[in-house]
């Protein structure tokens, strides 16, 4: 049979909206390149997710996979160990039965893109004889650290004792607290340390590296890392008309976990002056504490901006009682936005953020200073990287007890949105807006390397 396209490739992404997003941009691009392409999730992912029109995803076939918890998802498992003990052990079942499917289809598959936190995935591939890309969703920098780790050449657990290390290959040494949280804390959560320490166990057999950041923006460590692997950075992976609009009506990413106040949020801030609102939102899966919940808000109150605030329905009982109303003069509460198109509004001046990846190359990307108020996983390093390397914000110092006080929230806020320090973050991260535009225009480091990519898959299909 005649082929309609140059290789089928599938996409295969773990089931959080962090990951999602990512994966499906890249799957996007690839689909205007020409490539057949399917995104791959969990059957109770894809029954959950809200898909909006105003994306190019619809050019994207789906198709699912068991993670064991077709019913409920994550949120049923009784452990984060019991959730993924039984994903890895029904998802590659589950894969290996829908390549089978796929095999004697129309199109069969010549390429798996899979998420590093399942890298079963690659296995699976090799049974088949198909080539196998492996897709980090985190940055170089963090992707070293456990690198490090995997391979036993870091002391673990980091901690404070320790004062700075210097792993090879980051810009800087780094103290414990900029340390990603499984390293630091061995003892709280195996699955979660098994898993991203893992993404490293078969990397070495993987046709291809894949790493969603951009090559001006750590030089250093994607050098050192490129010269273990075949690694491509081909970010940042957030929607064309943030970029340069080469994916005609690619305004966002097109799948959304929660229910967003769209209309509500972007009323307000049409109503607000330039540069004017804070923008406040902690991910998909961040859960603050109590206290910390408080002080927060407490900061955004006696702070002199007005704010927008994501707070996801399952954190809201934690808001303090008549806040809302207290506010509602100087505040908006929303449990979830249409991030990029808020962080590129005009009225926001600057992002409270919990330093998700994507949350913080979309604000590279957006020219958005930052305040970090890391939480666990990656977010540390990602926060040290902010203030420390890129240079586009500031880190919320907690007190002895972890805690972020309120005093602490409503005066880094003055000095990012009215002092030098918040000038100095604009202009540089108006300067990284600039290169990440230029790393996905055509000819962009990133732009080249997906090209390449894409002539690898297809040199791979037809010999
Ligand atoms: N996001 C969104 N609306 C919100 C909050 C977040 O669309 O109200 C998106 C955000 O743009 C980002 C993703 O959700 O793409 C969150 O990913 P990130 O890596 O920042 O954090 P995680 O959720 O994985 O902790």
Same mark, same amino acid.
């Given at each position: 049979?005649?082929?309609?396209?140059?290789?089928?490739?599938?996409?295969?992404?773990?089931?959080?909206?962090?990951?999602?997003?990512?994966?499906?941009?890249?799957?996007?691009?690839?689909?205007?390149?020409?490539?057949?392409?399917?995104?791959?999730?969990?059957?109770?992912?894809?029954?959950?997710?809200?898909?909006?029109?105003?994306?190019?995803?619809?050019?994207?076939?789906?198709?699912?996979?068991?993670?064991?918890?077709?019913?409920?998802?994550?949120?049923?498992?009784?452990?984060?160990?019991?959730?993924?003990?039984?994903?890895?052990?029904?998802?590659?079942?589950?894969?290996?039965?829908?390549?089978?499917?796929?095999?004697?289809?129309?199109?069969?598959?010549?390429?798996?893109?899979?998420?590093?936190?399942?890298?079963?995935?690659?296995?699976?591939?090799?049974?088949?004889?198909?080539?196998?890309?492996?897709?980090?969703?985190?940055?170089?920098?963090?992707?070293? !650290?456990?690198?490090?780790?995997?391979?036993?050449?870091?002391?673990?657990?980091?901690?404070?004792?320790?004062?700075? !290390?210097?792993?090879?290959?980051?810009?800087?040494?780094?103290?414990?607290?900029?340390?990603?949280?499984?390293?630091?804390?061995?003892?709280?959560?195996?699955?979660?340390?098994?898993?991203?320490?893992?993404?490293?166990?078969?990397?070495?057999?993987?046709?291809?590296?894949?790493?969603?950041?951009?090559?001006?923006?750590?030089?250093?460590?994607?050098?050192?890392?490129?010269?273990?692997?075949?690694?491509?950075?081909?970010?940042?992976?957030?929607?064309?008309?943030?970029?340069?609009?080469?994916?005609?009506?690619?305004?966002?990413?097109?799948?959304?976990?929660?229910?967003?106040?769209?209309?509500?949020?972007?009323?307000?801030?049409?109503?607000?002056?330039?540069?004017?609102?804070?923008?406040?939102?902690?991910?998909?899966?961040?859960?603050?504490?109590?206290?910390?919940?408080?002080?927060?808000?407490?900061?955004?109150?006696?702070?002199?901006?007005?704010?927008?605030?994501?707070?996801?329905?399952?954190?809201?009982?934690?808001?303090?009682?008549?806040?809302?109303?207290?506010?509602?003069?100087?505040?908006?509460?929303?449990?979830?936005?249409?991030?990029?198109?808020?962080?590129?509004?005009?009225?926001?001046?600057?992002?409270?953020?919990?330093?998700?990846?994507?949350?913080?190359?979309?604000?590279?990307?957006?020219?958005?200073?930052?305040?970090?108020?890391?939480?666990?996983?990656?977010?540390?390093?990602?926060?040290?990287? !902010?203030?420390?390397?890129?240079?586009?914000?500031?880190?919320?110092?907690?007190?002895?007890?972890?805690?972020?006080?309120?005093?602490?929230?409503?005066?880094?806020?003055?000095?990012?949105?009215?002092?030098?320090?918040?000038?100095?973050?604009?202009?540089?991260?108006?300067?990284?807006?600039?290169?990440?535009?230029?790393?996905?225009?055509?000819?962009?480091?990133?732009?080249?390397?997906?090209?390449?990519?894409?002539?690898?898959?297809?040199?791979?299909?037809?010999?």
């Amino acid at each position: 049979m005649e082929r309609t396209h140059k290789a089928h490739c599938l996409v295969l992404t773990y089931p959080t909206q962090g990951h999602i997003n990512p994966m499906l941009q890249f799957a996007k691009f690839l689909h205007h390149k020409g490539l057949k392409v399917t995104l791959v999730t969990t059957h109770f992912l894809l029954n959950t997710l809200q898909l909006h029109a105003g994306s190019s995803s619809c050019n994207v076939a789906l198709e699912t996979i068991s993670d064991g918890y077709d019913e409920g998802g994550y949120a049923a498992a009784e452990s984060a160990d019991a959730y993924l003990n039984r994903f890895w052990e029904i998802g590659p079942l589950t894969l290996t039965k829908l390549l089978e499917r796929m095999s004697s289809s129309e199109y069969p598959v010549d390429c798996i893109v899979y998420d590093a936190f399942m890298p079963w995935s690659l296995d699976v591939a090799k049974k088949f004889g198909i080539f196998g890309a492996v897709f980090f969703t985190q940055s170089c920098a963090v992707g070293n !650290i456990y690198y490090h780790a995997h391979k036993g050449l870091m002391k673990l657990p980091v901690s404070g004792d320790d004062g700075e !290390i210097l792993i090879p290959g980051l810009q800087l040494p780094l103290e414990a607290v900029d340390f990603p949280s499984s390293l630091c804390d061995l003892g709280s959560n195996h699955a979660v340390y098994d898993m991203v320490v893992g993404q490293f166990s078969n990397v070495d057999e993987a046709d291809w590296v894949l790493c969603n950041t951009f090559y001006e923006l750590e030089p250093e460590v994607v050098d050192w890392m490129s010269k273990l692997w075949p690694l491509k950075t081909i970010g940042p992976t957030i929607p064309s008309m943030y970029l340069d609009n080469r994916l005609k009506e690619d305004k966002g990413y097109g799948v959304n976990l929660f229910k967003q106040n769209h209309d509500a949020c972007m009323k307000w801030l049409n109503e607000q002056p330039k540069d004017s609102v804070v923008y406040v939102s902690f991910g998909s899966g961040s859960e603050l504490g109590a206290e910390q919940m408080e002080e927060l808000a407490w900061g955004l109150r006696i702070s002199r901006s007005n704010f927008l605030w994501v707070v996801r329905e399952s954190e809201a009982g934690k808001i303090p009682e008549g806040f809302v109303e207290e506010i509602s003069e100087k505040g908006l509460v929303v449990s979830w936005c249409p991030q990029l198109e808020v962080l590129a509004h005009e009225a926001v001046g600057c992002f409270i953020t919990h330093c998700g990846w994507n949350s913080t190359l979309e604000a590279l990307s957006l020219g958005v200073p930052l305040l970090a108020m890391p939480q666990w996983t990656d977010q540390g390093t990602n926060a040290k990287y !902010i203030m420390d390397v890129w240079k586009t914000g500031l880190r919320a110092l907690p007190d002895e007890n972890g805690i972020v006080k309120k005093d602490v929230v409503e005066l880094c806020i003055s000095e990012l949105m009215e002092g030098e320090i918040g000038k100095e973050s604009r202009r540089n991260a108006m300067k990284w807006k600039e290169v990440a535009r230029s790393a996905m225009a055509e000819g962009g480091s990133s732009a080249k390397n997906i090209d390449e990519f894409i002539a690898k898959v297809v040199e791979y299909v037809q010999p």
